[in-house]
């Protein structure tokens, strides 16, 4: 899925951080990974702001793993095409009730 050079050559930037890569990482990978982040949004009802309910970077921490296999297991189900994987209804459904379970059941 993806394609490692060597660690001293630049062939990507990744999308959201504009961090040097050296590897290139199929976009049908990161958006459903990224998304399933959403389960930890949460609204203000009085001001209508947005926040997180829970640090993001620390669920990552503990769920990015799990989260990867779940990404590697539905590429390879989908004959390794990030074009599926990216279009997997079933893919972005198991990745939110992943993060969303976790954090019913995880308090910070």
């Known amino acids: 899925m993806s394609k490692y050079v060597n660690e ?62 779940i990404i590697m297991t539905s590429s390879e189900d989908l004959s390794d095409s990030p074009d599926a994987v990216a279009k997997s209804p079933n893919t972005w459904d198991l990745l939110y009730k992943e993060v969303l379970l976790y954090s019913m059941l995880n308090t910070e």
């Not at 930037?13 to 199929?26: A, E, K």
């Not at 958006?31 to 609204?43: D, N, Q, Y």
């Open 8 to 69: 001293d050559t630049v062939v990507n930037y990744s999308i959201f951080g504009n961090q040097p890569m050296n590897y290139v990482l199929p976009k049908g990978i990161i958006f459903p990974i990224v998304a399933a982040f959403r389960a930890l949004v949460k609204v203000d009802k009085s001001t209508q702001l947005y926040s997180w309910e829970m640090s993001p970077e620390k669920i990552w921490n503990r769920l990015g793993g799990k989260l990867i296999n």
